[in-house]
């Protein structure tokens, strides 16, 4: 009977390792939103970590998050860092490439629930007097994210935070086009 069963648990963690495994090894979120706002304007609330409290759907998860700000005001080198409840954790951002009104990329580091390295990246299109923005994150996925993408669709749930934090950005970008 004891054969039998340590058998079968055998067999059924076999079985979770291959499907574990077997699961993408790269993950890419994007959304995109169009934005009654010139790119330039778009694009300044973005290259400027101190202009993300405004839109970013992060920044009112945990009100008593401790964030610090390094490196250049904005732009290339410019950093954040944070520090906050169970659903902000812990991480670092460092903007590595900036082009004005065209695209933005960062060095994306969480540390705390989880340690993972991703860039993120936006992208900034004008289409008559609008910009289409287009905000993307892509990485590899390790064997615990291989593991945590069977009970949550990384897409899904980090899309949505995308699709919130661009509309928030929608809704500042358009204010300040109008002044």
Known sequence: MLKNTLIAL??????LVVIIAMQPSD????RSTSIKAPAAT???????FHKWDAWSPWAKLDPAMKKSHEG?????GAMYSWSGNDQVGEGRMTLTESRPSEMI???LEFLKPFAATNTAEFDFKADGNQTV???????TNNVMAKAFGLLMNMDKVVGSDF???LAQLKAVAETIGKQ
């Not at 778009?42 to 400027?48: A, G, I, K, S, T």
């Not at 250049?72 to 290339?76: C, E, F, L, N, W």
């Not at 923005?133 to 990485?139: E, R």
């Open 10 to 15: 055998f067999v059924i963690i076999a079985g």
């Open 27 to 30: 993950f890419r979120v994007v």
């Open 42 to 48: 778009v694009f300044e609330q973005v290259n400027d």
């Open 72 to 76: 250049a005001p904005a732009g290339v």
């Open 105 to 107: 990329r960062i060095k």
């Open 133 to 139: 923005v287009t905000w993307s994150m892509f990485g």
């Open 163 to 165: 699709e919130n934090g």
